[in-house]
């Protein structure tokens, strides 16, 4: 199998699409069984199923290669930062959509959808990936489709080229790296240092502002040719939703949290006035106050409970390495040796004057074995658990890489549980039996009353604090921008309506409009139109977890170990190896009972509740 794999793409493999992998499957094992079942399974399909199986045969045939030859280009341009990477990114994403988008490839899918009754399930799936993909880049319009390519890859250049200069009276200026920011926003208790750091933060937004109005406009005019009311709703279209559903979804849950979310600001609001030794704010909280550059996870802020204390002996290849294990542990095998060469896991060394990515991501290079990740790890808590999560989505890749799952199918059940895979084994690495088991508890931490450890998992990560964010701002500012509801020279204004609505949280100051705050945000410029799905992921995340502790470890959501349980992996794995096979409500249902809701999440926190509002007595709760 090796060889094979190192020889390149094997073209068998792309044969085996639809009902074909799947009568490969049903009489595997048995020499006479196998050709008998195939056989049959011939028999019975209507010609119109063969059709299309040839059809989404011959197109992974030509556009597999040129995909992993585009994951490649734009592998090089987000490690390595230069004009000449993302010209070449660009160039070899419009080969990918050339074949993708043609013009044959949209009739032939349309017609072959309009006839669904004679198709196979895992033949509609598939049809209907290979129908949003070609929505993207509808051969129909090359010309938009090129510049939209070409205005893609010049925004990303200008992102993750992009150095933050930080002026101070006094003295000299410095270039601060994400993480520096970051670090300052978690760890300063000057308010005028903070003030400093947080508007260096803001300062990326400024040149990727025109870029942004641009993309709008050319991913709106490639959605509406293909029939889809905007950019917002061809994104939405891979849940099987409309905008207006997606929209009622997202509010439902964010609803569902809120009355936790305004406990916790009231707590954090006088938790933060106490430690700047400030006046409490009336109502929303300052912007550069919080420990992050969007308010979107509070890390840091119970005192007592130094989630950093534990890494500060530790390597940063540590890091990835314990995150390794904890999979390895439930029964997930080993990274293969190719992602450790090939990831890009470790901050670039200043004085080598390469640019990177500064946020972390997973690829699928070729849809097969070659897994990698960019990340910029540093030992300490937040990269701890974005190891984790990255290492989901590897696993996730390496789970549903197998024969039985045509490529077009080697996608999560849907983009949500990608997203919470990882994170649900984040969350499993915060309980302390297992933080404990692997010395990662300090004394303190360890003595602390349960209450401070929920506080803390309430604030950090993707958890409570997170879905205002996701839910609320990302998403509705998202929909609001493509809908174009939002006027070009009101972007901040925007913005900050919904930061103030969902979030509770005020700019300090002026936002004029030459900046553009929204654009700070990295899933604006190059993940656009899909950030519900860090929200609806996170909930997943809690039903799932609620479902291994309880049914399958019998142990407390809060208090529970999965490291070394090869049960909690079973489980998992069953879920992962589907890829996009099934839909994924009847995949949620089967795995927990339940559909999607946060029930889980809001039972998890019950006793923090409690507490909050004790805590909270007298005070007003809320900021409108
Ligand atoms: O972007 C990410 C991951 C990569 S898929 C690190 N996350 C969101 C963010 O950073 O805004 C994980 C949580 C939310
Ligand atoms: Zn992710």
Same mark, same amino acid.
């Given at each position: 199998m090796k060889d094979q794999e190192s020889r390149g793409v094997d073209r068998r493999e792309f044969l085996r699409t639809g009902i074909t992998a799947a009568a490969a499957v049903a009489g595997a094992g048995t020499g006479a069984g196998l050709s008998t079942s195939a056989a049959m399974a011939a028999a019975a399909r209507p010609p119109i199923e063969e059709v299309a199986e040839t059809f989404l045969e011959e197109y992974v045939r030509d556009v597999?290669?040129?995909?992993? $030859?585009?994951? @490649? !280009?734009?592998? #090089?341009?987000?490690?390595? *930062?230069?004009?000449?990477?993302? &010209?070449?990114?660009?160039? +070899?994403?419009?080969?990918?959509?050339?074949?993708?988008?043609?013009?044959?490839?949209?009739?032939?899918?349309?017609?072959?959808?309009?006839?669904?009754?004679?198709?196979?399930?895992?033949?509609?799936?598939?049809?209907?990936?290979?129908?949003? $993909?070609?929505? @993207? !880049?509808?051969? #129909?319009?090359?010309?938009? *489709?090129?510049?939209?390519?070409? &205005?893609?890859?010049?925004? +990303?250049?200008?992102?993750d080229g992009f150095t933050y200069t930080l002026k101070r009276e006094g003295k000299p200026d410095e270039h601060p790296s994400a993480n520096a920011i970051d670090r300052a926003l978690i760890n300063s208790r000057d308010l005028d240092e903070r003030l400093a750091y947080w508007q260096v933060a803001k300062t990326i937004g400024e040149p990727l502002r025109p870029g942004i109005l641009r993309l709008r406009d050319l991913r709106n005019q490639l959605a509406r040719a293909m029939g889809f009311d905007d950019f917002f709703a061809l994104q939405v279209a891979d849940y099987g939703m409309t905008t207006a559903e997606m929209i009622a979804l997202c509010d439902r849950l964010a609803a569902e949290v809120k009355p936790l979310y305004a406990q916790l600001h009231a707590w954090a609001k006088h938790a933060l006035a106490k430690r700047y030794k400030a006046e409490p704010p009336a109502g929303k909280i300052p912007?550069?106050?919080?420990?992050?550059?969007?308010?979107?996870?509070?890390?840091?802020?119970?005192?007592?409970?130094?989630?950093?204390?534990?890494?500060?002996?530790?390597?940063?290849?540590?890091?990835?390495?314990?995150?390794e294990r904890f999979y390895v542990s439930l029964g997930f095998p080993k990274l293969p040796?190719?992602?450790?060469?090939?990831?890009?896991?470790?901050?670039?060394?200043?004085?080598?004057?390469?640019?990177?990515?500064?946020?972390?991501?997973?690829?699928?290079?070729?849809?097969?074995?070659?897994?990698?990740?960019?990340?910029?790890?540093?030992?300490?808590?937040?990269w701890f658990g974005t190891a984790h999560h990255e290492l989901g989505h590897i696993y996730y890749y390496i789970s549903y890489s197998r024969p039985e799952v045509p490529y077009l199918l080697?996608?999560?059940?849907?983009?949500a549980f990608h997203e919470g895979v990882g994170d649900l084994i984040g969350l499993a690495s915060g309980q302390r039996p297992y933080l404990k088991s692997v010395g990662l508890l300090t004394p303190e931490a360890e003595a602390a009353p349960?209450?401070?450890?929920?506080?803390?998992?309430?604030?950090?990560?993707?958890?409570?604090?997170?879905?205002?964010?996701?839910?609320?701002?990302?998403?509705?500012?998202?929909?609001?921008?493509?809908?174009?509801?939002?006027?070009?020279?009101?972007?901040?204004?925007?913005?900050?309506d919904h930061v103030g609505a969902f979030q509770g949280i005020a700019p300090p100051g002026d936002r004029p409009e030459t900046l553009c705050d929204p654009a700070t945000k990295t899933h604006i410029n190059d993940d656009p139109a899909q950030y519900y799905d860090y929200a609806i992921g996170t909930v997943i995340k809690f039903q799932l977890h609620d479902h291994i502790a309880?049914?399958?470890?019998?142990?407390?959501p809060r208090d529970c170990n999965y490291f070394g349980d090869a049960r909690v992996g079973?489980?998992?794995?069953?879920?992962?190896?589907?890829?996009?096979?099934?839909?994924?409500?009847?995949?949620?249902?089967?795995?927990?009972?339940?559909?999607?809701?946060?029930?889980?999440?809001?039972?998890?926190?019950?006793?923090?509740?409690?507490?909050?509002?004790?805590?909270?007595?007298?005070?007003?709760v809320g900021w409108q």
């Open positions: 597999l290669p040129l995909m992993v $030859a585009s994951n @490649e !280009a734009s592998w #090089t341009a987000s490690t390595d *930062v230069s004009e000449a990477h993302s &010209a070449a990114q660009a160039s +070899a994403m419009e080969k990918v959509y050339e074949k993708a988008g043609a013009r044959r490839v949209i009739e032939e899918t349309s017609r072959l959808l309009g006839q669904k009754d004679q198709l196979d399930d895992l033949t509609i799936r598939q049809l209907e990936k290979v129908r949003l $993909a070609a929505a @993207e !880049a509808p051969g #129909t319009l090359p010309d938009v *489709v090129r510049a939209r390519t070409q &205005a893609e890859a010049k925004q +990303a250049a200008t992102q912007a550069h106050w919080l420990p992050n550059r969007w308010g979107q996870n509070w890390p840091g802020l119970v005192e007592g409970v130094d989630m950093d204390a534990p890494f500060k002996g530790k390597t940063k290849e540590y890091i990835a390495e314990q995150a040796p190719s992602f450790w060469r090939k990831s890009d896991l470790y901050p670039a060394d200043p004085k080598s004057g390469r640019k990177k990515n500064s946020h972390a991501s997973a690829w699928h290079i070729d849809l097969r074995e070659d897994v990698r990740s960019l990340m910029s790890i540093e030992p300490n808590n937040e080697r996608a999560g059940a849907n983009r349960a209450v401070n450890f929920l506080l803390d998992t309430a604030l950090d990560g993707s958890s409570v604090v997170f879905l205002p964010f996701a839910a609320g701002t990302m998403t509705h500012f998202e929909r609001d921008f493509y809908a174009g509801t939002i006027a070009d020279a009101k972007l901040n204004e925007g913005w900050w309880r049914e399958i470890l019998k142990q407390d079973e489980f998992l794995r069953g879920i992962l190896r589907l890829g996009a096979t099934r839909d994924w409500n009847a995949v949620l249902r089967e795995a927990t009972g339940e559909s999607l809701t946060a029930r889980p999440m809001v039972a998890y926190f019950e006793p923090l509740m409690e507490w909050l509002k004790g805590q909270n007595a007298g005070r007003p």
